[in-house]
């Protein structure tokens, strides 16, 4: 929760409270834990806080709104008319470390050297234009440049005609008001630091400057108000920089039936459209994992497609024959990527696992059937009824051990608890690919051998004849 600019602790915890009374008998919920003046993305301020949400045991959750995104909608929903606050529901990130939401990170940034405001300006616009697109669930920052904040300015000098230097101020102020670390004491067989800071009394106002003393060149302590101008500015709490250009943050998640990758192109997309010369972005966290492995998987399924052709060309020592079988491979992905999206499963590693194992389960079955029907051939019947003979004969084995497949998969589809969307979309995408596949693969597979026999003994006539 990030409530507006300049808002007080007090205020904060108000804000806490009302959220705490809206959440607390969410049905999913085991324990929580409220913190105020932290926050997991804006990190520390008084207007800032935190609720860190532990669900119920998977067993305890079975019915079907009591998924993570389900919870997190239905927060949205308990939240909604709170207007005072910036609210940001999200999952923690599945490997420690990468980031701190589990949804995708880019860093806006600013590459000409503009104003922290005309940054925002942009950042602002291209949140807006993520949240119309359908890949993004939701986009938001927690970056804000209306703080309340003073500028402290050191008369140089003034601080030259005491024996003062600038930093020493600087220093003592910091001290006082900030608070300066100052070293270690050992108590209860435990290690503490000691932190040296103003009490609260003594630095609650800009007259809390003429009771803070430095001491000068000539041993006499002197009011820092002596040396220090204040003046009232409006700024961010913290800046940060990306790969050393001034940046802000923008988190968010896709949204439900899209995957990760179809919400960084998404990204890209709108960044190209909305950011103007001199500004970019960078990804962070896993996006930035993500975004620069690329499209591995297109690399992986070509490679797997171009291993299965050689070896069935060393198999049937033909150049041709092979193509019968590589080419009703497509058929079997049309039927994985056509189940997916009727079941609303996403395109992930765990789909995209089953799909390079369906490859080779659909290349059996057509070796099955070619590989018969190239030894009818040999045996001197017709191409067209050794395609036919092969299709009869190798009908029971397909069917065994594509329904085998199937009926294997099938309790996945339906299962619960931890990782129960991993099962998901690896029995959905294998399924469907070997429903469709199956089917295909007894029409076209003969057909296709029929062709493709018929070119290659055509061609070593001609070569015979001609060369």
């Known amino acids: 929760m990030q409530a507006a600019p300049g808002t007080s602790l007090a205020q904060t915890e108000r804000i806490l409270k009302n959220i705490e009374d809206r959440i607390k008998d969410t049905p999913q919920f085991q324990i929580y834990s409220k913190s105020i003046g932290m926050g997991m993305l804006a990190g520390q301020g008084p207007s800032n806080g935190t609720f860190i949400i532990r669900l119920k045991p998977w067993d305890q959750r079975t019915g079907s709104r009591d998924d993570n995104r389900s919870v997190i909608n239905d927060l949205y929903r308990r ?3 709170i207007t005072d606050a910036r609210i940001m529901v999200f999952a923690q990130p599945i490997i420690a470390g990468y980031g701190v939401t589990n949804g995708f990170e880019v860093h806006v940034q600013d590459r000409r050297g503009s104003s922290v405001e005309e940054l925002q300006r942009h950042a602002q616009a291209f949140i807006a234009a993520l949240n119309e697109r359908p890949e993004i669930a939701r986009a938001q920052t927690s970056f804000d440049s209306r703080y309340p904040q003073y500028r402290v300015e050191v008369d140089a000098a003034v601080c030259k005609r005491t024996g003062v230097s600038p930093s020493e101020v600087l220093n003592a102020l910091s001290g006082y ?5 100052s070293s270690n004491i050992n108590r209860f067989s435990k290690l503490y630091r000691v932190m040296m800071q103003a009490s609260p009394e003594y630095r609650a106002d800009v007259r809390s400057l ?6 000068t060149a000539s041993g006499e302590m002197s009011p820092i108000s002596r040396y220090v101008t204040l003046t009232r500015v409006y700024g961010s709490e913290s800046l940060s920089r990306f790969n050393l250009f001034l ?3 923008v988190n968010g998640a896709p949204a439900a039936g899209y995957s990760s990758g179809q ?3 998404a990204i890209r997309e709108v960044a190209v459209q909305i950011l103007p010369a001199g500004y970019g972005y960078e990804f962070g966290a896993m996006s930035r994992e993500e975004a620069s492995a690329g499209n591995t998987s297109v690399w992986v399924f070509g490679i797997c497609i171009v291993f299965i052709y050689l070896i069935l060309c060393a198999l049937y020592e033909s150049l041709l024959i092979p193509l019968a079988v590589i080419l009703a491979i497509p058929f079997g992905l049309f039927g994985s990527f056509l189940f997916a999206k009727l079941f609303g499963v996403e395109n992930n590693i765990y789909m995209q696992t089953g799909i390079i194992m369906l490859i080779g389960l659909l290349a059996k079955t057509a070796i099955l059937q070619t590989e018969y029907a190239s030894e009818c051939r040999s045996r001197g019947m017709s191409i067209t009824a050794s395609a036919v003979a092969a299709a009869v004969a190798r009908l029971r084995p397909i069917l065994m051990t594509s329904l085998t497949m199937i009926f294997g998969l099938l309790p996945m589809i339906f299962s619960t608890g931890v990782g129960c969307n991993g099962s998901r979309s690896l ?7 070997m429903l469709v596949g199956t089917v295909s693969l007894l029409l076209f597979v003969p057909l296709l051998f029929i062709m493709f026999r018929c070119i290659e003994e055509r061609m070593i006539h001609y070569c015979r004849n001609y060369i």
């Open 263 to 265: 919400a960084l192109n």
């Open 427 to 433: 029995a959905v995408g294998t399924i469907g690919g």
């Open 247 to 249: 940046s802000i943050a």
């Open 210 to 215: 003429d009771r803070l003393f430095v001491r």
């Open 177 to 181: 008001i900030g608070g300066v670390y």
């Open 79 to 81: 939240l909604s008319d």
